[in-house]
């Protein structure tokens, strides 16, 4: 792992936002740097939190104040309401996540889907932004993902152990960074009740053909517009695994395109060797980047 090593990130905080108990980490001092991991609540393929970016909090941390939250619904934070199981809710309690515990002029990194949420928080939020970095996210990125594709019939049963370390392993160029502490987070979180009170309510419920995707097109298709017409009017780098089985590169370049129209500072890294996880695949190279972004703006 380059010699990254995985941070213990074993000391949470806890904030109520509106209702919703919220978890989050923070690490060190200086410009506050905001760290949103991928997918969404209600899946069985996978229960990711908070711990997804372990092996990248020390290195950033050195030089900057690292904030990392549970999003609405995942890992430890409490699920929405029944009509607010919806990209735009996670999105509106993100933001309500920063303005709570705070914080201002903040650097968004975003990943997978974390990278749609970073992406509209600077859109419809840009008072609370300084920067935005967006990695790997084929729910924003032009065209279709293959995420179904690739992970179509887990052999195991859901959100076990093996489950999940099957889907990472799918996502991954190389399966090295994929830690204990990781898989012992993710497990910890695929128990809860509320995890699965999540997908009850997605999958037999109807609520993820209903009213998470048919919102989520809507939605994508009103960012990419807006990002077309106005341009993200905030810094903002695109962060790409060369080899991501699943929001495939061309994704990334047609993606980076549209923001490059508009915004002069624009920047896209192609990480070679690495799936879908490059923070992870790659924590140094990736902290470097981040890092050099940041510096560029002072």
Partial sequence: LEGSTAMPMNSPNWVDIDGINTRYFEFGEGETVVLFYGGNFGSKDGSNCAIAWELNVDGLAANYHVVVPDKLGQGHTDNPKDDDYTMNAVVHHAAAFIESVGLSNVHLVGH????YLVTRLTLEFPELVRSCTIVDSGTLGPGVGLNEIVHAQPPYEPLSRETQRWTYEKYSFKPDHITDTWLDAVVEVGKLPKTWEAIEKM??????GR???????RQKAETL?????????RPTQVVWGYNDPTAPLRQGVPLYEMIAAKERQAYFHIINESGHFPFREHPERFNEIVHGFIQSLN
């Fill in 112 to 115: 997978s889907r974390g990278g």
């Fill in 203 to 208: 999958e037999n419920g109807g609520l993820k």
């Fill in 211 to 217: 009213l998470f995707y048919p919102e989520l097109a």
């Fill in 225 to 233: 517009r807006w990002i077309d017409e106005r341009g993200m009017k």
